[in-house]
C-alpha cells in the first residue's frame, strides 16, 4: 500500500512571496504523483501531475512540483503567490500500472495555503 | 468541467435512514470513483468502478454500498446512515491516465 504525507497542516504566505508545499509519498512500486488544489467550497481540479519523463513539471496558474525519487518528494512551488491561491492544496499517489487509475488515488491530509497582504 | 453532476447537492438525515447519492458523467469515462473528505483525513476511497456492474471497495467502505448500472451513473447508498457518515463526498471519473476529474460534491449530514 502506498501512503502520502504533507508535511505542513497550514503555510502562511506574505503575498508576493514565494511558497513551498511540501509532499512525501512512501509505496513499494513506481507511482504516479499528483497535486489538486480545493477552493472553498468548490471541488478538487488538478493543478499538475508526474507520469514520467522530466522531473520538473510544470502546471496552472504558475504553480510546479519536482519529483524527486530518491528521497519519495514530490514538492509543490510557486515563485510568487496571490491573495487567489488562498486555497487546499492535496498530494495524491497512485500506483503505476493499476490498469490506468483502477486502484484510485491515494490522498494526503491536505495543506491549508493562507496568504496574507 | 469535465461533465460530472452528482445529486443531491446537500442532504440532512436522521440516524438509520437510507440514502442514495447519484453521480451522473457525460464523458463515458471508463472509471468512477467515490470519496469522502473529512477535515484532517483528505479524501479516502470508499468504492470504485471500472466498468458497468464491475465494483471493488476502497479504503473506507463499511456501511456502503455502489452499483454502476449504466456507463453514465455510479450510486452511492447507505444502507442506514450514522452520524460517523457525515461527511463530504466526492464523485470522480478517469479516462485510463490516473488523471481523475471531481465533481462538485455532496455535503451530508447524519442527525
Known amino acids: 500500500a502506498q501512503s502520502v504525507t504533507q508535511l505542513d497542516s497550514q503555510v502562511p504566505v506574505f503575498e508576493e512571496a514565494p511558497v513551498e508545499l511540501r509532499c512525501n509519498y512512501s509505496s513499494s512500486v513506481s507511482v504516479y504523483l499528483f497535486w489538486y488544489v480545493q477552493y472553498p467550497n468548490q471541488g478538487l481540479q488538478l493543478l499538475l501531475k508526474y507520469l514520467s519523463g522530466s522531473t520538473l513539471v510544470k502546471g496552472i496558474n504558475g504553480f510546479e512540483a519536482e519529483f524527486n525519487k530518491s528521497q519519495t518528494s514530490f514538492h509543490l512551488r510557486k515563485p510568487s503567490v496571490h491573495i487567489s491561491d488562498t486555497a487546499e492544496y492535496f498530494c495524491a499517489v497512485s500506483v503505476r500500472g493499476s490498469g490506468g487509475g483502477a486502484d484510485g488515488l491515494t490522498f494526503g491530509k491536505g495543506t491549508h495555503l493562507i496568504i496574507q497582504p | 468541467d469535465a461533465g460530472i453532476t452528482q445529486s443531491p447537492r446537500h442532504k440532512v438525515t436522521e440516524t438509520g435512514t437510507p440514502v442514495t447519492l447519484r453521480c451522473h458523467q457525460t464523458?463515458?469515462?471508463?472509471?468512477m470513483y467515490w470519496y469522502r473528505q473529512d477535515p484532517g483525513h483528505g479524501l479516502r476511497l470508499i468504492h470504485y468502478s471500472y466498468g458497468v456492474k464491475d465494483t471493488d471497495k476502497g479504503e473506507v467502505s463499511d456501511g456502503y454500498s455502489v452499483s454502476r448500472s449504466k456507463t453514465e451513473d455510479f450510486l452511492l447508498t447507505l444502507e442506514s446512515a450514522t452520524s460517523s457518515q457525515t461527511s463530504v463526498y466526492f464523485c470522480?471519473?478517469?479516462?485510463?491516465?490516473?488523471?481523475?476529474?471531481f465533481g462538485p460534491g455532496t455535503r451530508l449530514t447524519v442527525l
Open positions: 470522480a471519473i478517469s479516462w485510463d491516465n490516473n488523471e481523475q476529474f
Open positions: 464523458e463515458n469515462h471508463r472509471y
